[in-house]
């Protein structure tokens, strides 16, 4: 059984169920004692700003902020570097605790024993 997930968001706004469940998913493997790291790309890349997950909105689904302040307190949470600087996101503007990095450590973590990578 993986002891830690690797989890990619490639969705945000623009496939809200997408982005939701991605979040839903890192959230409950946190609070079950998984080892988590969740990965922002594409457009889930702006909910590495200030404020902007409380812009999601999805019926019957957990609020994105709560779920993102879980991540940040008990996971690992990073910005794809490609994603935010297509987005002129730097390591200034984004949420404390968020981290930008590439693909070659998306990789390593991907491929360490023992974890699971899920992509959304």
Aim: proline residues 4%; glycine residues 8%.
């Amino acid at each position: 059984m993986a002891n830690k997930l690797v989890i990619k968001v490639t969705a945000g706004a623009d496939a809200p169920e997408r982005c939701s469940q991605a979040f839903t998913v890192a959230a409950v493997a946190v609070a079950s004692g998984v080892e988590v790291s969740l990965w922002l790309t594409g457009e889930s890349a702006w909910f590495a700003l200030p404020g902007r997950a409380a812009e999601f909105e999805l019926p019957h689904a957990a609020p994105l902020p709560d779920l993102l302040d879980s991540l940040l307190a008990g996971g690992r949470v990073t910005l794809c570097t490609q994603c935010a600087a297509r987005r002129d996101i730097t390591e200034k503007d984004v949420i404390e605790g968020v981290r930008i990095a590439g693909a070659q450590v998306f990789v390593q973590e991907a491929m360490t024993d023992g974890t699971q990578a899920l992509v959304y």
